[in-house]
């Protein structure tokens, strides 16, 4: 299945039902997911239907012996040593903000005079 043209919503609903597919391959009961993660069954379904939080994700995959999955889901990038070089001192640490532009005051206005 290709992700790129799939809504947020749509990604999110196929994941839960990849991992609910998993729970029921190893033929565990959705409460048996909940209890081993700490979670309610309501949790557990939210999570399964598309609307759990990345933690309870990362700890049914890790209870599901998956947790392979999460560390290919975003993969850590590297360089080699002469890109670090050329990169050092030149990698960002934060976003600029844009600037804010002020109203100019003419003082000269002779409307402005009190």
């Given at each position: 299945?290709?992700?790129?043209?799939?809504?947020?919503?749509?990604?999110?609903?196929?994941?839960?039902?990849?991992?609910?597919?998993?729970?029921?391959?190893?033929?565990?009961?959705q409460?048996?997911?909940?209890?081993?993660?700490?979670?309610?069954?309501?949790?557990?379904?939210?999570?399964?239907?598309?609307?759990?939080?990345?933690?309870?994700?990362i700890?049914v995959?890790?209870?599901?012996?998956?947790?392979?999955?999460?560390?290919?889901?975003?993969?850590?990038?590297?360089?080699?040593?002469?890109?670090?070089?050329?990169?050092?001192g030149?990698?960002?640490?934060?976003?600029?903000?844009?600037?804010?532009?002020?109203?100019?005051?003419?003082?000269?206005?002779?409307?402005?005079?009190?």
């Open positions: 299945m290709n992700f790129d043209s799939m809504t947020d919503n749509a990604i999110a609903t196929e994941i839960g039902r990849r991992i609910e597919q998993m729970r029921l391959e190893q033929n565990l009961t409460q048996q997911i909940a209890d081993e993660v700490g979670l309610s069954r309501l949790s557990y379904r939210k999570l399964v239907n598309g609307s759990g939080k990345f933690q309870n994700i700890a995959l890790r209870v599901l012996g998956r947790f392979d999955l999460v560390q290919g889901f975003v993969p850590e990038t590297t360089f080699s040593p002469i890109e670090q070089l050329k990169l050092k030149k990698q960002r640490l934060r976003a600029s903000a844009g600037k804010i532009q002020k109203a100019s005051v003419n003082k000269t206005d002779p409307d402005l005079d009190w």
